[in-house]
């Protein structure tokens, strides 16, 4: 009897959980919860607004080389989470959005298929075979957007990646650009030498993906159907333009300024003025942004070498080369960007106006201060400005996104045709200061040099990856701005680096020692063998020749020893980490399943006494 109870239980048991399992995965699919720490399986509230814009289906082709990633762990796990997020896209979608996951198999339909869509293909096999991991996108007319493949150091920007492409399928038209300036951008004649100079760096990479149209400080109006509007060193802007440009703020418009307390690329201006060539825009008082564009910032720790009049390398503490450390590395216009260099950056202040968000994307380091910008214009030698520096310790905002609430600069217009479109303030303003306009041009980040009649440019600094990944974030909607930056799937044993940490500071002495011991004995060495003897050769005394053999021993007894430290470096770390490897994979289960077993006993002992009281 007790025998077919438990075949009859273990049989409801199994009819139970396929009952389960059916109606979890047809009804409760779409009811789900994030428990990870960054909630990398969850979409942000800014790829929920891109999916419910979409007016038409989309389709998303996942290609991921499945079956040629066998062994590869790490990158079928990051394959598995992209996989996964793609769902979550499919599922927030309401049925506009269909996803395809294809295994391009060498030599087959699916591989011509991803070729097509042009992705591209890594050669990371076992043998060297191309392994595909990408995705496109199309719509139904035809348009169609590509990610060429999905790398893992961009992880933390892989929802913004996926809602981009997203939103480029529902937006499939080419933005518009209108860059405010009356500096040579296009090209044209050199006012100095009279020949011509073709067009700056980044004006020819804009031009490859947007349509620009350049706009004078004379002009009434920015262009219509205008995206994004470029302001580069603005100076003496008509009321009229900059009414324009404000309203195209006040509209929720997207704009990029770079303002400077002394543009020093503008040759003419040198010439024909010694104070500081700054610029001129007044709308950013009144929406909130406080710049000081009276001085220059100075930085002892990011100048550049230059050579002075005498040839000796001199650091300019004018001209800054920013490091990864001071870009913003969670903004996804800066994350991935190694270097940037400029000239006479100006300060932007910070801001205390409620409703407005002011995020830094560049900083100064701490060891800098600020100068006049009319000394620092008449100032040739850069010695002359490190004795003025006088050894600061102040870090400034070089470059920041401005977000929220802001006032429009003017007042109602009379008129009442440009009445009935005047805004006086915004929730939206959508706007990134950059208090330089020299990082623009080319000197300071592309190496010019000549290929049979052809200018090759060569860029050492990442100012042209700078300028197309703003435009490229702020041509998106305000929901692709505003999507956070994903948090890494990779968890690592942050304790166990602790004490790595802990135990390379405890051999580090002892190596450091070593090493000394091992370059003195190097030197010895050299000293002693090189005694040129007759004829040009190497003639050793027996006394010479027993004291190299010693320092050729000794060098041997320090490399062993030095070898023997750091062996003894890697079995400290790994007894280390082991240890507690062992404490969160095994000890954690463990403990668990101890504790299970006795809540089991418990509750089994207590089932004893009920039936032992019902039975009495």
């Known amino acids: 009897m007790k025998k077919l109870n438990a075949i009859i239980s273990l049989t409801l048991l199994a009819i139970l959980f396929v009952l389960l399992v059916y109606i979890n995965n047809t009804y409760l699919g779409r009811y789900r919860a994030d428990l990870t720490e960054s909630q990398i399986f969850s979409l942000s509230a800014g790829s929920q607004q891109v999916l419910q814009s979409l007016d038409e289906p989309v389709t998303l082709y996942f290609f991921y080389s499945d079956t040629d990633t066998a062994g590869m762990t790490s990158l079928r796990n990051y394959a598995s989470r992209v996989k996964s997020l793609l769902e979550e896209y499919v599922q927030a979608a309401n049925g506009k959005l269909k996803l395809q996951v294809i295994d391009p198999i060498p030599f087959s339909a699916s591989e011509d298929k991803a070729n097509q ?128 440009i404000d309203q195209f703020a006040m509209h929720n418009g997207r704009i990029l300024a770079f303002i400077d307390p002394h543009y ?18 007044p709308l950013l008082k009144a929406w909130g942004i406080k710049t000081d564009l009276t001085n220059v910032v100075l930085d002892a720790q990011l100048g550049l070498d230059f050579r002075d009049e005498d040839g000796k390398r001199i650091k300019h503490f004018g001209i800054l080369g920013l490091t990864a450390q001071q870009l913003d590395r969670n903004d996804v216009t800066t994350a991935n960007l190694e270097s940037l260099n400029g000239a006479s950056f100006g300060a932007l202040e910070p801001i205390s106006k409620p409703g407005l968000t002011m995020t830094p994307l560049m900083q100064s380091s701490t060891n800098a201060g600020l100068t006049n910008a009319d000394n620092y214009a008449e100032t040739l030698r850069p010695a002359s400005l490190q004795r003025r520096f006088g050894g600061n310790t102040t870090n400034y905002i070089l470059a920041a996104r401005y977000t929220g609430k802001a006032r429009s600069y003017f007042q109602a217009p009379e008129s009442p045709v440009l009445a009935q479109d005047y805004k006086a303030a915004t ?108 004829g040009g ?69 207590r089932a004893r006494k009920f039936y032992t009281s019902e039975s009495s």
């Open 117 to 244: 869509f042009g992705l591209t293909g890594a050669a990371i096999g076992h043998l060297g075979e191309t392994i595909y991991f990408g995705l496109a996108g199309t719509n139904l007319l035809d348009d169609q957007f590509t990610i060429p493949f999905f790398d893992p150091k961009n992880e933390q920007f892989l929802e913004y990646d996926i809602s981009k492409l997203i939103y480029q399928l529902t937006e499939p038209d080419t933005m518009t650009l209108s860059i405010v300036t009356d500096l040579p951008v296009a090209g044209g004649q050199d006012p100095v030498t009279g020949r011509y100079v073709g067009p700056m760096v980044f004006y020819q990479q804009l031009s490859q993906l947007y349509d620009i149209h350049i706009v004078r400080a004379d002009d009434e109006a920015i262009a219509d159907g205008t995206d994004v509007v470029i302001l580069m060193h603005p100076q003496g802007l008509s009321d009229s333009l900059l009414y324009s």
């Open 264 to 281: 020093e690329a503008d040759a003419v201006a040198s010439l024909r003025f010694q104070q500081a060539n700054s610029s001129s825009l």
């Open 427 to 534: 929730q939206d303003l959508n706007l990134i200061v950059v208090a330089d306009a020299d990082l623009l041009s080319d000197r300071f980040w592309v190496q010019q040099s000549p290929f049979y009649g052809e200018t090759l440019f060569t860029p050492f600094a990442n100012n042209g990856d700078f300028v197309v990944n703003v435009i490229e974030n702020l041509t998106g909607s305000s929901a692709l701005i505003g999507i956070r930056a994903r948090g890494t799937f990779a968890r690592p044993f942050t304790r166990v680096e602790e004490l790595e940490t802990q135990a390379e500071e405890k051999y580090r002495e002892q190596e450091e020692v070593l090493q000394q011991q091992l370059a003195d004995n190097e030197a010895a060495l050299s000293e002693l063998q090189n005694q040129p003897g007759q």
């Open 537 to 605: 050769n190497i003639v050793f005394s027996d006394e010479q020749q027993m004291a190299i053999d010693e320092q050729i021993a000794k060098r041997v007894a320090i490399r062993q020893a030095l070898r023997e430290v750091r062996y003894k470096l890697d079995q400290e770390i790994d007894r280390l980490g082991n240890r507690l490897k062992i404490a969160n994979i095994i000890v954690a289960p463990l403990l668990l399943i101890l504790l299970l077993l006795v809540c089991a006993f418990v509750f089994k002992r």
